[in-house]
């Protein structure tokens, strides 16, 4: 006989994963004008300590300006791997990549596809 019986325990309740934002169509928000609404904090939210719980983050405007064109940086990057332009080549098409995902604003020439 073992030192611990099992125990049996009840059974589990389905968790069902819901939508966090849900979408409304163009015909119902003009017939009833129902509205998603922005989810942007604006006061600070603090716990009983006084330590803020949450934070927005303040609105800003990334500018990304590369060293040289969107080809001569492709250029750079069929370079030796031992040179350090090779490398900085890459870094700046990978630096436009995320500018472009994340709208990011991009001085001097618009990269060709990188």
């Given at each position: 006989?073992?030192?611990?019986?099992?125990?049996?325990?009840?059974?589990?309740?389905?968790?069902?994963?819901?939508?966090?934002?849900?979408?409304?169509?163009?015909?119902?928000?003009?017939?009833?004008?129902?509205?998603?609404?922005?989810?942007?904090?604006?006061?600070?939210?603090?716990?009983?300590?006084?330590?803020?719980?949450?934070?927005?983050?303040?609105?800003?405007?990334?500018?990304?300006?590369?060293?040289?064109?969107?080809?001569?940086?492709?250029?750079?990057?069929?370079?030796?791997?031992?040179?350090?332009?090779?490398?900085?080549?890459?870094?700046?098409?990978?630096i436009f990549k995320k500018a472009m995902l994340f709208g990011w604003k991009i001085l001097g020439k618009e990269p060709n596809a990188a």
């Amino acid at each position: 006989m073992p030192a611990t019986p099992e125990i049996l325990r009840p059974e589990v309740p389905e968790v069902s994963e819901r939508q966090e934002e849900f979408i409304i169509p163009e015909t119902l928000q003009q017939s009833t004008g129902v509205q998603v609404v922005q989810k942007n904090f604006k006061s600070q939210i603090k716990d009983d300590q006084g330590q803020p719980l949450i934070q927005t983050p303040p609105t800003q405007v990334i500018e990304v300006s590369p060293p040289a064109d969107a080809e001569t940086l492709k250029d750079w990057t069929k370079g030796p791997i031992d040179s350090s332009q090779t490398w900085l080549g890459a870094f700046w098409l990978k630096i436009f990549k995320k500018a472009m995902l994340f709208g990011w604003k991009i001085l001097g020439k618009e990269p060709n596809a990188a």
